[in-house]
């Protein structure tokens, strides 16, 4: 059974700071999405990753995939508040895209 | 439309009655994904559609939870005889073809609470 797991689950970092999330997963996969989510709101992709060494950057956000070590990062640069969301990861190990394992989610909350 | 619709976005049920949830997928996405999404959780997979086949139901968590996609567009959930344990977000996605887009477009849910 394919596990994914997120760490930390919630993170409080002050604004300019730096930070990254780690999404470690349990069998091989060469594809992997982030997402964001906000309360109350539906999931808001951010990055499709889709082989070893992808990297891809949208703002102040930076995704990683390392297949060989089962692990995706999330790194935050100079936080601003407007982060401040939910980050999930989910991998792909069908190889079509037709399932999706999510990780727990990763609470982010950016402090003045 | 601009991108997955779901209605409705808030269903209040007494236990042991069927509810009926709705997905419109963004036009032309011929892929269709059902999760559910408990509070504080990630979302789990439910099934999948390709155009109107059913091509994985494996996460349906049992005999009472029942989806179809007659036309290969609209999709709909159905409940039978709602649990308390069914309480939960259930969120639609759909998907283009193109290698480009192989990201799930979510819409916005509908909260299903079973009293």
């Known amino acids: 059974e394919l596990k994914v797991e997120q760490n930390p689950l919630f993170l409080s970092m002050q604004e300019g700071k730096n930070y990254t999330i780690y999404c470690n997963y349990s069998t091989t996969s060469d594809r992997l999405y982030w997402y964001r989510q906000d309360p109350g709101k539906s999931l808001e992709s951010l990055f499709v990753?889709?082989?070893?060494?992808a990297v891809k950057q949208e703002g102040r956000l930076m995704a990683s995939l390392d297949t060989k070590a089962r692990l995706s990062t999330l790194h935050i640069t100079a936080a601003v508040h407007d982060l401040s969301a939910t980050y999930f990861c989910a991998v792909d190990h069908t190889g079509t895209a037709s399932k999706l394992t999510f990780g727990t989610g990763t609470r982010l909350q950016v402090t003045l | 439309g601009a991108g997955v619709s779901q209605s409705p976005r808030y269903k209040v049920a007494k236990r042991g009655q069927d509810v009926a949830l709705r997905c419109d997928p963004i036009?032309?996405?011929?892929?269709l994904f059902w999760y559910q999404q408990a509070l504080g959780q990630g979302p789990e997979f439910l099934t999948y559609?390709?155009?109107?086949?059913?091509?994985?139901k494996s996460g349906l968590p049992s005999d009472r939870f029942f989806a179809e996609r007659p036309e290969g567009s609209v999709s709909t959930l159905k409940i039978q005889r709602t649990q308390q344990e069914d309480s939960a977000v259930y969120l639609c996605a759909s998907s283009g073809t193109g290698d480009g887009d192989k990201a799930l477009h979510f819409g916005n849910g509908t909260r299903l609470t079973v009293t």
């Open positions: 990753l889709l082989s070893n060494g």
């Open positions: 036009s032309g996405h011929v892929s």
């Open positions: 559609f390709q155009n109107e086949a059913q091509l994985d």
